[in-house]
């Protein structure tokens, strides 16, 4: 099952409700509560980024019989350290957005905590591209909590430490 939402930009009124909106249907299918959870969480912190970062951006959502996976992609700025934004508390966004209570800096480890792998994909100039998946078997979920990195200012592939190397 396929579902595909635009993630507007600039716009904190609407920012998460594309999580809201999968939450709800997942829900529906009967998805398990954690599961459900993780998802909406991971989806609404990737969901910020886009809005504070990227002016938006697109979320394709597929639910598989094992597993759900979520890619998020925006043609922003894009990531020029992705070791350095996965740090908890490192930000790049500007006050304003600090001051309305984001932005600050847990956004990337939220949403590798909240998926059981997680490659980013981001090119500065051209954009970033996230892909989580989350099993949905509770053999399978937590499980394994990589994350892969790849086309950091168009370099070769970077892992940052402790964490898998993977490309995208």
Do not use: W
Request: proline share 3%; net charge negative; glycine share 14%.
């Amino acid at each position: 099952m396929h579902f595909h939402y635009d993630v507007p930009g600039d716009d904190f009124s609407c920012a998460g409700s594309t999580s809201a909106e999968m939450k709800k249907k997942l829900k529906q299918l009967g998805i398990p509560f954690d599961i459900v959870k993780r998802t909406a969480v991971a989806m609404y912190e990737a969901e910020i980024n886009m809005v504070v970062h990227a002016g938006g951006g697109e979320a394709d959502i597929d639910i598989l019989d094992d597993e759900i996976v979520i890619v998020m992609k925006d043609h922003g700025k894009g990531i020029a350290d992705i070791e350095q934004a996965m740090q908890e508390g490192f930000s790049t966004a500007p006050q304003l957005v600090q001051e309305l209570g984001f932005g600050a800096g847990m956004g990337l480890p939220n949403m590798k905590r909240n998926s059981d792998f997680m490659t980013i994909d981001s090119k500065v100039g051209v954009g970033t591209t996230v892909t989580m998946r989350i099993k949905l078997s509770a053999s399978g979920a937590g499980v394994k909590n990589d994350v892969g990195v790849s086309g950091a200012s168009g370099a070769a592939d970077v892992a940052a430490p402790g964490v898998a190397q993977g490309g995208g």
